[in-house]
């Protein structure tokens, strides 16, 4: 089983709908959790950063943490075509004096007109 | 700008021949990091660099070497033991890597492509 789960999709939606990305993770030792956009043949970006579970607004984007059920999500509000990318939800480990980030697979996102 | 610089952007390498990635940051970031990308299999940690003149291996090490002489640069050499390098290469930085919270942020280059002719 993989640290971290996550639907590599492709997902596609219209233009202004609510978009649901998810992930689930194995250890509970996960403390910080991260959603990163990668748009096609480009570097990841941070979107979005978070530590307790609850929700965390930014804009048009809510990241989720549910620490009990091992499930972050990323809503993306009234979705637009600028949105189609790559995101990679990732979370924190400290092992062996290290804080080694662990990332998801990625979930595709097309956002069309 | 502050950034992450990656070159070149495509890269080509020929059957036992050792190829080099440059990665350059002026964020003044003390911990540097490679990964490589492969559909559907999301990053994975090929090595990373806490301080100058100290590396450790990630998970996918074999067939890969890197330097830190510098607290800008980490290139990463991909040698002729990979037998599988296609694929996408992503160098990242942190301030640090054994702190807490959001100092450990890693923040990426736009990534370099290797195939092999």
């Known amino acids: 089983q993989k640290e971290v789960e996550q639907d590599p999709g492709p997902l596609s939606v219209p233009e202004g709908a609510i978009v649901s990305l998810n992930c689930t993770y194995s250890n509970s030792a996960f403390q910080y959790f991260m959603w990163y956009r990668q748009y096609s043949r480009k570097g990841p970006e941070l979107l979005m950063y978070t530590y307790s579970s609850g929700n965390k607004e930014d804009g048009r984007f809510t990241a989720q943490v549910d620490k009990s059920s091992k499930y972050i999500s990323l809503f993306i509000r009234d979705s637009q075509p600028s949105d189609s990318a790559t995101y990679l939800c990732?979370?924190?480990?400290?092992?062996?004096?290290?804080?080694?980030?662990?990332f998801g697979a990625g979930t595709r996102l097309a956002v069309h007109p | 700008d502050g950034g992450i610089t990656q070159s070149p952007k495509y890269l080509f390498r020929k059957e036992g021949q050792n190829v080099t990635l440059s990665c350059e940051q002026n964020l003044n970031h003390d911990a540097m990091y490679w990964y490589r990308q492969d559909p559907g299999q999301g990053l994975r940690l090929i090595y990373y660099?806490?301080?100058?003149?100290?590396?450790q291996k990630g998970d996918i090490a074999e067939g890969y070497s890197v330097s830190r002489e510098k607290k800008e640069s980490f290139p990463l050499t991909v040698t002729s033991a990979q037998k599988n390098p296609t694929a996408f290469y992503l160098c990242?930085?942190?301030?640090?890597?054994?702190?807490?919270?959001?100092?450990?942020?890693?923040?990426f280059g736009a990534g370099t492509r290797l195939s092999v002719l």
């Open positions: 660099s806490q301080i100058v003149n100290d590396f």
């Open positions: 990242a930085s942190s301030r640090g890597t054994v702190l807490a919270g959001r100092r450990n942020i890693q923040y």
């Open positions: 990732a979370t924190n480990l400290l092992s062996g004096g290290y804080n080694k980030l662990i």
